[in-house]
């Protein structure tokens, strides 16, 4: 499976300052699972970079930078800007897809691709996840504070859900199991971020009757804001432990099944239900068009106008199939026409095989007669 993070050095370019000498610029690309980010980088930040990363990790990265030229210059020459954009991707790359996660988990590779400091690093997977914040490493005390970690808890539910639907329709039992383990991971962020959020609500609600002294200037929070956040994690928890539910099931048809590698576990239609179970937005039971009727694997990814288009279209196919059953009824018909007449002409010739049976027993009996005179 690919990385959730996707890094590349698609193009580049020359940039001219007022002052100095022409550089090239290397333009970074960031394909993230929701949106694309671009980064411009030169030569000298990528050099930064590499004595950053083996001063704070106490090891340089096993890829290594291209060569610094001192006789061309990138600006003048384009088959060395290339094979500089080529050999830089490939540095970038290989930190990416190192099993070592020490280097893209680092503060100085989270400041030169502009990510936000503390707030996300990036997996052995390549994924980015949600970490904890800077300065409140123990429970949260500041209401914005856990509405923020409170959207990142969100955000690893559904991509734990995302992870579990494509796992649905992997076709490879390595895929299958990519996925569980990634979802597995998004669901231990997230009952992380639980814990957190249950922490800060005790210290809201303690500060709330007077017991703390706020939140660096923020004010308390009332009875009603605490009860609609305790709401909030209680629906959180029902949906993780709804997912860590179905990903115990699709565990155990694995084991089950571990018998032929390349037989894959099949999610049944309850399974499938347990991913929406607990959510707030639980996914609709029925459609109400002209009285009410279940939801169907078809109908449950289309709007209104898409269902009455595919009701059109199943009776076009069901007055299809009504034609096509009226020609093999005809047929049929007609073979049943023919089985009679054919029994009917075996009928006569039964009965003219019965009279000649009747004539020869006849002259049986005649000879018999003779015979017995005679004798």
Do not use: C
Not at 177 to 192: E, G, N, P
Request: glycine share 6%; proline share 3%; charged share 25%.
């Amino acid at each position: 499976m690919s990385p959730a993070l996707q890094i590349s050095i698609p193009t580049t370019s020359v940039s001219t300052p007022n002052e100095g000498k022409s550089y090239t610029v290397y333009h970074i690309t960031l394909q993230l699972p929701l949106r694309k980010l671009e980064v411009r980088k030169r030569y000298s930040d990528f050099l930064t970079l590499h004595d950053a990363l083996a001063k704070e990790t106490s090891q340089a990265p096993s890829a290594t930078l291209p060569a610094k030229s001192w006789i061309w210059r990138t600006v003048n020459s384009a088959n060395l800007t290339e094979e500089r954009r080529k050999g830089l991707e490939t540095y970038l790359k290989s930190i990416i897809e190192s099993d070592d996660a020490r280097w893209r988990s680092s503060a100085a590779w989270r400041n030169f691709l502009n990510l936000p400091s503390g707030t996300s690093t990036i997996n052995a997977n390549g994924s980015i996840s949600a970490a904890q914040r800077p300065g409140h490493s123990g429970p949260i005390s500041d209401p914005n504070q856990w509405l923020d970690i409170h959207r990142d808890l969100k955000t690893q539910i559904q991509t734990a859900r995302q992870q579990l639907t494509q796992r649905e329709a992997a076709t490879t039992a390595q895929g299958q199991h990519q996925l569980s383990a990634d979802s597995k991971a998004s669901l231990v962020r997230a009952a992380t971020f639980i814990a957190q959020l249950d922490d800060g609500l005790k210290n809201m609600t303690n500060a709330s009757k007077g017991d703390a002294a706020g939140w660096g200037g923020s004010k308390s929070l009332g009875e009603g804001e605490l009860r609609r956040r305790r709401d909030l994690v209680v629906a959180a928890k029902k949906e993780v432990e709804g997912l860590e539910a179905v990903l115990r099931s699709l565990a155990t048809k694995n084991a089950n099944a571990s018998t032929s590698l390349n037989t894959a576990a099949v999610a049944t239609t309850g399974d499938k239900e347990a991913l929406w179970k607990g959510t707030s937005a639980t996914r609709p039971g029925g459609r109400v068009l002209g009285g009410p009727a279940k939801e169907t694997e078809r109908t449950r990814e289309l709007g209104n106008a898409g269902v009455l288009q595919l009701q059109k279209q199943i009776m076009q196919e069901q007055d299809e199939d009504v034609l096509s059953l009226g020609k093999t009824v005809a047929k049929l018909k007609d073979m049943g026409i023919m089985i009679n007449e054919e029994l009917a002409i075996q009928n006569e010739m039964l009965g003219i095989i019965e009279s000649d049976v009747d004539r020869h027993q006849a002259k049986l009996d005649i000879a018999k007669r003779r015979i017995n005179k005679i004798s």
